[in-house]
DNA sequence: TTGTAGGCGTTATCAG
DNA sequence: CTGATAACGCCTACAA
């Protein structure tokens, strides 16, 4: 069932066998029928090994997220793989954890099945210091390397991102002007764009004449239940808020929680805002005002590129994609 | 960086250069570890599409689900990866969304790519009819195929699956028991496990000497929102109920926003029952009893049993595993 | 328009 | 223990 059999069966030779097999135009029609009839009639697939050996690619992407039973980064993946897909490419999959020596790993697992580019999907792959980014700078020296939610400035590296200092920035602006004067921040990575999220907040609370105090912004656990009881600690030892912004939806769930045990009305008491519009944040009752980083956008605008990028076009290497705020019931927006 | 390269600069053989590379024991240990020494330096990749070729296997193993953003599935999909990984193999993901032609077109893909092994998580791979089915058997015949929560009698077919014909014969019974007398069962899929939970919701009825009535079995649309305007339609036209069991949690979470519409407290006017023990089941308030498929479980027995189909081991076709209810706030038990 | 032959990087089978 | 050499299946000049 190789490409022998076929010539054989069709009584051409390999050549023009490979030739209808890649759409070259020179290959006459009755011939090509020929061979097309017979590589149905014995259900020939070419090996793609054989091909790749000859090509070094096997038009295949590599795909790279920490965790995709996290809701945002599953819907990242799935519109990637479908667009992808529809560009001709297939992709693989790595889930690698939050680990950096595991996200190094994968990075060069990748790489030695010779995919034809890397989307990093998400910006914990992003770490604070140059020395950690080392093994994706390395990487984009021999392929394209795609970066969703996060910034690094290097040659071959393409990023596309949502801007998330702003949507927090204006977001508190608009808790401030309600009167609302101790917003808690809360948020759980330090990644880009974590930082990004932050460093809006500060600027807000700044820009308004306010100030910014340490023990406004909350490092959470990666849990509902334990982000709760961590509110629920802070509530006891005094610290007051009127608005809480989280740098995700989950960590709003938590903060509903958190109102409901301490008595508080959402939002007369406590105005809450989420991040990513992700399937939680209209699980709750009220429903959660939260930020809608468009990852469909995000993941096209990507794929868009990197098609650019791989048809050896010059393309810029940051595309900044705006937010949008979905108001539901935890505001008075 | 090929093997020439590193058999010409250790000044050996590439046969020795390949023996290294294998692990096979038929090598000095000076040799070696100049071998050794000479791929560090010049840092040597193995082709995996020359390997490939030889050896028609790449080590990896496809993996299809529905619908990468589901949360069942996105968990089931990240086990699995991560504990393929630890088996040495590497995986191929799709997501094939539910259209029978596109499940075709994916699995056809992952044959051309010469996977080891595919894996099919969810129910939703079985259709009704054998016919709808040929392509999963065809596939068969040249590599094994792990199914995920559904049931397919077949040579080299091998499936996994929690008992949820049982579960929900059991929550049913013990919401009956509790003199619930008007039980609705929302579903959205007629899947291999979706008639399963039908099954065992009927079975219950029937055992109690209830009567099953058609309209108190509810296919519903798959979104949240949509199902709670159908329920506040059922309503409206005079249906009556006072427990739900919901084939997924999605659906408990639109029964919570219709009780919550029609003014009914939960879980005295109407008791609730998720499915799944996802993470949407906490997020509500009150928090959703519902039954506990064992994803990781379910995931780890799956590997394992591939492992051994791929060491050549005789294996049964059929492992059932046994759902836990986890019993939160939305129901009396 | 078609055919021939060499190469892609490994593995595996023989001899030595 | 090591080395030469033939597959593996496909692509692509180069020739005809």
Redesign the interface.
Known sequence: MNIYDVSEKAGVSIATVSRVLNGNPNVSEPTRQKVLNVMKEIGY??????R??GL?T?HTIGIMCA???D?FL??A??YL??NLRKCGY??????T?YDLINKQKYLQ?L????VDAIILVGSSFLEATKKDNAYITAAADSIPIMVINGYLNHQNVFCTLCDDYQAVYDVTNRLIEQERKNILYLYTSRSYSGLQKLSGYKSSIAANDLTIRDELMLTCPND??QTKELLIEQWNNGLRFDAVVASED?LA?AA??FA?HAGLSVPEDLAIVGYNNS??S????PEITTIDNHVETLCMTTINTLMRVLDGNDVPNKTTISNDLVVRETTNF
Chains 1, 2 share one sequence.
């Open positions: 697939t070419p090996n793609v090994f054989a790749g050996l070094n096997m965790d995709s039973s809701p599953a819907n993946v799935y793989e479908q297939d992709s693989f999959l790595c889930c954890g697992l790489l030695s099945k010779r509902i239940g989950q769930v509903m929680k409901k399937i939680l209209s699980c709750t009752d």
